[in-house]
């Protein structure tokens, strides 16, 4: 099985942004932070070690940098960028939440890049080395700015994530792999390594089945969505059942790939998101993180963190020379 070393290896990632406006009528709040020991403590329990990736006004939120504190050893601190609320704040951008980091001039990108490290820095007591880009936008100038600013891991695309209403990655690895400095969808030589986030078929098919799916008239494509001829498991505890996500770890296991999970901060307490509303809802979502976790417990996987797949990438490539 090709890239079978990857296998069996669970990465938890949690992108700690504010909660949802829309459900609590606060521009940034961050009630969602109540969630946060219920969740570390069912990941020390099942052997997790997550990777938490805050934004700027995360890492500047008291109760924030006080759970990262008691963390330390137990899980990992990131970067998660974004720009809208990230100083230099240009004229349109505040208050802009679908403001992503392609939008930005690049030199006044790199200038919001290093305030967010800087920031995420004093709020855990060193540097982060990992880093997820807001919307999944991730541009080779931003691997370029990573790479000189110490960043090691990044956790932002995947070949079948939508990253502006298109699948504008498909060709890329679904396991690990060292960004290329022109192209963030191929292997190259940046430094960075790319962590894909995961998601796969339900069913028997392929990425090269899929590219030519896409390439099928609207109405083909939409009989084969209206047959479940084609369904997409995204490993995501509010899109799947907890069934779902061990399947989606099985087919993982299957390929050879890690299996990497994406949270948002505000699903982890009711109320602060639209996906959790209220406490049955909480309880469903806990519920099937609690059964994905007993699975991979039970069959003995390995939990990583960001920076740690990352140097695995790195150590392989340098035993290979």
Not at 47 to 54: A, D, I, K
Not at 61 to 82: M, N, P, Q, T, W
Not at 232 to 261: D, S, Y
Request: charged share 25%; hydrophobic share 35%.
């Amino acid at each position: 099985m090709a890239g079978n070393s990857w296998a069996r290896q669970l990465v938890v990632t949690v992108s700690v942004e504010p909660d949802d406006p829309r459900v609590t009528g606060q521009s940034v709040s961050y009630q969602s932070l109540k969630g946060f020991e219920y969740f570390q403590e069912m990941c020390s329990r099942f052997g997790v070690r997550p990777t938490y990736l805050l934004t700027y006004s995360a890492a500047r939120e008291a109760a924030c940098i006080d759970f990262a504190r008691s963390c330390a050893g137990k899980s990992e601190f990131g970067a998660h960028l974004h720009p809208e609320e990230v100083p230099p704040i240009a004229d349109g951008e505040l208050g802009n939440y679908t403001l992503r980091p392609s939008d930005v001039d690049p030199e006044k990108l790199r200038d919001k890049i290093m305030r967010l490290i800087d920031c995420v820095t004093l709020a855990i007591g060193k540097q982060p080395t990992s880093y997820r880009a807001g919307f999944l936008d991730l541009t080779p100038s931003q691997v370029a700015i990573l790479a000189e600013l110490g960043i090691e891991a990044d956790s932002s695309l995947g070949p079948l994530e939508k990253i502006k209403n298109n699948y504008l990655c498909l060709h890329a690895p679904r396991s690990p792999y060292i960004l290329d400095d022109h192209s963030v969808c191929r292997q190259g030589e940046s430094g960075v390594v790319e962590v894909p986030l995961t998601s796969v078929f339900r069913r028997y098919f392929t990425i090269g089945l899929f590219k030519l799916f896409l390439k099928q008239p609207l109405r083909v494509q939409r009989l084969f969505y209206k047959l479940k001829m084609i369904e997409i498991l995204r490993f995501r505890p509010t899109m799947a059942t907890g069934e779902e996500l061990v399947t989606v770890c099985k087919r993982t296991e299957k390929i050879g790939a890690p299996a990497v999970m994406v949270i948002h901060s505000n699903e982890l307490t009711p109320g602060t998101s639209t996906t959790v509303l209220n406490k049955d809802a909480h309880i469903e979502y806990f519920g099937r993180l609690e059964h994905l976790f007993r699975y991979t417990h039970s069959k003995n996987w390995r939990s990583k963190t960001l920076t740690e797949v990352a140097r695995e990438v790195k150590s392989r490539k340098e035993d290979m020379i």
